[in-house]
């Protein structure tokens, strides 16, 4: 399986409402974290070491902060060998909007990802602080032929109303909600789900 031709693409545009004042100067995948590291690093890390070294990210809300932090601690690919880390702010390719959110930021960014040709797109959150190996995800996509594969961790209903779920039927996702408060009495009026949601640990980990 090769990784040389797999393209990622890191959303950091978030503001992170829920963690002001941290966020109050900088985006939600630039606050501190463990010291002298950002949250983004995580998943940066998670990146390099599933041997994903062709990677965009892209910014919008207070982004100096992060833009100077991943140009001074992520120096670590080879131009030469055809990887990067780049930086993509919002250029209005497709209209006079800034990004409208996950599906959009991917959707403004097309011409980049186009001209990269890679033979798979991961689809990453930069703000949540997990550890995984996407190759083993790749992997596992690849061997099942499918069309898009979706990271989720088992929950339980109370857990999964805080952040974007699914149910699954047969190893489909058949339903799916945002936070939300009607999000919340759905999930209490359907116990039979209680131990049956699956939540992406971090909202919108990753997606093929």
């Known amino acids: 399986m ?13 503001a992170g ?11 939600k995948p630039a606050v501190y974290f463990g010291g002298p590291y950002r949250i983004i690093d995580f998943t940066l890390s998670n990146c390099i ?4 070294r062709r990677i965009f990210i892209a910014t919008q809300y207070k982004s100096l902060s992060l833009n100077r932090h991943v140009r001074m601690a992520w120096n670590v ?34 011409y980049s990802i186009v001209r990269e040709t890679p033979s798979h797109v991961v689809v990453l959150s930069g703000d949540h602080v997990y550890k995984m190996d996407y190759s083993k995800m790749l992997r596992f996509h690849l ?4 069309d898009a594969t979706l990271a989720t961790s088992r929950c339980r209903c109370a857990t999964a ?16 909600s945002r936070r939300s ?5 759905a999930f209490r009026a359907r116990p039979i789900w209680r131990w049956r949601r699956w939540a992406s640990t971090s909202s919108r980990r990753t997606c093929w």
């Open 49 to 52: 070491n599933s041997g994903f």
């Open 77 to 110: 690919v080879s131009e030469e060998l055809g990887e990067f880390i780049e930086l993509l702010a919002p250029q209005k390719r497709v209209g006079e909007h800034w990004y409208l959110g996950t599906a959009d930021a991917v959707f403004q960014n097309l």
């Open 17 to 27: 409402e829920r963690l002001h004042p941290l966020t109050a100067e900088r985006a």
């Open 161 to 176: 109303a805080a952040s974007a779920s699914w149910a699954w039927t047969n190893g489909i996702a058949s339903a799916s």
């Open 2 to 14: 090769a990784l040389d031709d797999v393209l990622v693409i890191l959303l950091a545009g978030g």
């Open 181 to 185: 408060r009607r999000c919340r009495r």
């Open 143 to 146: 061997d099942q032929n499918a």
